[in-house]
């Protein structure tokens, strides 16, 4: 019987060593996890900034090139405009800018002076 309770306190012994072992082990994992954890959230965060950083700049060059094919598109049809105005001197349109319209006379008491009335 000494024998038997001999081995069962070595049994104890030893599981309380393998339980100790196994409890640090388990503390170890989960400060692990708790890094790993938080650097998924660092990745993640940072990968919507980026994702939403190139969103950005993504509608930015679909908009300059919506402009530029306008601006291209523009400079065809006054091309051809311009060699459909040499064919018959007509001019087909103009700007409407300040440089096509005369520039106002002054008037002012000298005018009127002068007028005889």
């Known amino acids: 019987m000494d024998e038997a309770i001999q081995e069962m306190n070595g049994e104890i012994v030893s599981s309380q060593k393998e339980e100790s072992i196994l409890r640090k082990i388990s503390k170890t994992l989960l400060m692990r996890k708790g890094e790993t954890d938080a650097k998924v959230s660092q990745v993640t965060s940072e990968t919507e900034r980026l994702r939403e950083d190139?969103?950005?700049?993504?509608?930015?060059?679909?908009?300059?090139?919506?402009?530029?094919?306008?601006?291209?598109?523009?400079?065809?049809?006054?091309q051809e405009s311009g060699e459909e105005c040499g064919k018959d001197g007509k001019v087909l349109f103009t700007t409407g800018g300040k440089e096509d319209s005369p520039t106002p006379k002054r008037g002012g008491k000298k005018g009127k002076k002068n007028r005889k009335g």
């Open 54 to 78: 190139l969103r950005i700049r993504v509608e930015d060059l679909e908009t300059q090139i919506r402009d530029l094919t306008a601006y291209i598109d523009m400079q065809h049809k006054i």
